[in-house]
């Protein structure tokens, strides 16, 4: 008779990387509203989305443009952005004043331009497993983008 045990696996985590923002957001050229969520990282044991109000966050563009963002919901800001600010090439980055004091800014990322996808295609395929006769099936999707050079 064979047995095994599973061991939980807990990190240590140090007190003063308890308390981190999380920023997550992108400046696309598809929609005109640009969004940003800002949250706290939760604890492992206890995973939640922890949003944080009351910040006051700003995008910036490299030709000098300030577009300030409003909080639509609790930790969710957004901002309209004409799309003639828009521009592949052109660069942003994101300013944060948090209600604490703290100052989160990113650096200048460029928005690049996305080429269009011209095909789908999908593969089917038997995924093998470490133990004989528990093959998973699954579908592998692929897509083309034709860029002109």
Request: hydrophobic letters at 35%; glycine letters at 6%; one cysteine or more.
């Amino acid at each position: 008779m064979l047995s095994s045990c599973i061991i939980p696996f807990e990190p240590h985590i140090d007190s003063k990387d308890i308390n981190k923002y999380v920023v997550s957001g992108q400046v696309t050229d598809l929609d005109e509203y640009q969004t940003v969520s800002i949250s706290m990282a939760a604890p492992i044991g206890d995973p939640k989305y922890i949003p944080v109000s009351g910040c006051y966050v700003r995008i910036y563009d490299d030709k000098g443009h300030e577009f300030v963002m409003n909080e639509s919901e609790e930790g969710i800001y957004n901002v309209e952005i004409d799309n003639n600010y828009l521009i592949p090439g052109n660069s942003f980055k994101v300013e944060i004043l948090t209600p604490d004091g703290t100052i989160i800014e990113s650096d200048f990322d460029q928005m690049n331009e996305c080429p269009d996808v011209d095909s789908v295609y999908y593969l089917r395929k038997e995924l093998l497993p470490d133990e004989p006769g528990q093959g998973t099936k699954g579908y592998n999707f692929m897509w083309i983008s034709m860029v002109e050079m």
